[in-house]
């Protein structure tokens, strides 16, 4: 899978693991930055990486700033995003079940990096269930 990963520089750590668990797994990784722990503002990185996802370039896109808040809700500003930020496996599975998340977001700074990475496997790993939920998703994308 094409995936697209972005992050400012609380989240650069935490990018550079769940780049290389994503190539260990033999996806392909587009890195939109930041390339450093120098202080940017990750509302340009969470845009980036929604342009990416909603023009269909990518079919999925994993953002991370210091709690995974802030770049969650700019990826979300664009139009075709479903970003969802996630603290546990539970969460990465029903994002994906229930809400259809193209995109998932995580706390570099509150989200230790083995659980990280068990939160990248099982969103990647889980399918949308769709029926009632496809309807629901349809009214959030339709908004
Ligand atoms: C940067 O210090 C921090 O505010 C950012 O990474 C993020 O946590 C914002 O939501």
């Not at 650069?12 to 722990?37: A, N, Q």
């Not at 990465?92 to 990096?113: F, I, K, V, W």
């Amino acid at each position: 899978m094409k995936i697209a990963v972005a992050c400012d520089h609380g989240g650069y750590d935490l990018k550079e693991m769940v780049i290389g668990f994503l190539e260990s797994m033999e996806h392909t990784v587009e890195d939109l930055g930041t390339y450093s722990r120098e202080s940017v503002d990750y509302p340009e990185y969470g845009h980036k990486c929604g342009e990416a996802v909603a023009s269909g370039r990518v079919r999925a896109g994993i953002v991370i700033c210091g709690s995974g808040i802030g770049i969650s809700i700019a990826a979300n500003k664009v139009k075709g995003v479903r970003c969802a930020l996630c603290t546990s496996v539970k969460m990465a599975e029903l994002s994906r079940q229930h809400n259809d998340a193209n995109m998932l977001a995580l706390g570099g700074r509150l989200t230790e990096p083995v659980l990280a990475l068990q939160i990248v496997d099982a969103w990647l790993n889980t399918e949308f269930e769709g029926g009632r939920h496809q309807r629901r998703v349809d009214i959030l994308d339709s908004y």
